[in-house]
């Protein structure tokens, strides 16, 4: 179920104070009507029903595919660490979520990445290798250095897989980079399930997939 917690909120602009929705969680499953929002931005934005500007909102928000079998935690202003979730408590209950994945995020952007990731069919644990393999061998290579990098699109139907990185750098404008063909993708799928021994089914418990990731799963916890 979505959960929802009406409040208020000042405007930073005229200091009126006005109501605010924030959306503790979100299932798309059973409130598909609620993602279309989410992903335009709408459910995180504030507008002043006086002076019309609009900000952005964070705060802990929960995001459930239950079909797809995946919840990512949008959780701002932490250090994205993912300790305080897996309780003992959570333990004893995620007995019952064998096969989801369950992704801790600080990020909208990379709260939306992690959708696009899951509904895509892919796992973001492959394309943490995919990621480290292009920074080792152009990036560093190059001493090319890049803020951030997002997957942008992807095509895994064909027997030529493509998938696109769009890398935003400090001082130009954002690049695409693709990978394509059985090398890519597939490739790093039986590198990680072979090489790093992470199994494909994962036990449901919150962590987070991204920089630093795959350190902490060749020390065995992947
Ligand atoms: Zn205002």
Not at 56 to 85: C, I, N
Not at 115 to 143: A, Q, T, W
Request: with cysteine; hydrophobic share 35%.
């Amino acid at each position: 179920m979505s959960e929802r917690v009406d409040t208020t909120y000042t405007c930073p602009e005229c200091g009126e104070i006005s109501e605010l929705s924030m959306w503790k969680s979100i299932n798309v499953t059973l409130n598909p009507e609620l993602k279309p929002k989410l992903l335009d931005g709408s459910l995180l934005t504030f507008i002043c029903p006086l002076c019309d500007c609009n900000q952005g909102v964070a705060y802990p928000l929960l995001y459930h595919d239950q079909d797809k079998r995946f919840m990512v935690w949008l959780m701002p202003e932490t250090d994205g660490g993912s300790e305080e979730l897996n309780t003992p408590e959570f333990a004893k209950m995620s007995a019952l979520m064998q096969g989801y994945r369950l992704r801790v995020v600080t990020t909208f952007d990379r709260l939306l990445e992690k959708i696009f990731i899951f509904d895509n069919e892919m796992d973001d644990r492959v394309l943490e290798l995919l990621r480290e393999v292009l920074v080792n061998s152009v990036f560093e290579k190059h001493g090319i250095t890049y803020e951030q990098l997002f997957y942008s699109k992807v095509d895994l139907t064909s027997p030529d897989p493509v998938i696109d990185l769009t890398i935003f750098f400090k001082d130009q404008p954002p690049k695409v980079y693709i990978i394509q063909g059985p090398d890519g993708y597939p490739r790093a799928v039986e590198l990680l399930h072979e090489k790093l021994s992470i199994p494909k089914e994962e036990t449901p418990y919150w962590k987070t997939v991204g920089q630093g990731y795959l350190e902490l799963a060749r020390g065995g916890f992947g």
